[in-house]
């Protein structure tokens, strides 16, 4: 037989970080719906922020919403590889200069 159910909540009602307890379980070939449990909740390893608010501080804190240790490598060599060009533009700079100089 199907079963179909709407419910609302008001905002007390609603729990940041829990979970309702299981109330279908398979027994013998048969499911069981354990209507005594059907109000319970348990918590949840859950962060403390939701996504939106953890985006909020980071936009108003000009951080990234999020980084790794590769995103960190990342940053670090792009940094080098500006740092090796710069060197390089210089270093052309300077043998131009010797060639100009010859040709005088």
């Known amino acids: 037989m ?12 609603i729990l940041w970080g829990y979970r309702f307890t299981p109330v279908l379980t398979l027994e013998d070939g048969f499911y069981e719906v354990d209507y005594n449990s059907f109000h319970e909740t348990y918590e949840t390893n859950t962060p403390v922020y939701s996504a939106k608010e953890l985006a909020e501080m980071a936009s108003r804190a000009e951080l990234p919403l999020t980084w790794s240790v590769s995103s960190k490598l990342d940053q670090h060599a792009e940094l080098e590889t500006e740092e090796e060009e710069k060197n390089q533009e210089d270093q052309n700079e300077r043998n131009g200069d010797v060639a100009n100089l010859e040709d005088e």
């Open 2 to 13: 199907t079963c179909q159910a709407r419910s609302s909540y008001i905002t007390s009602e």
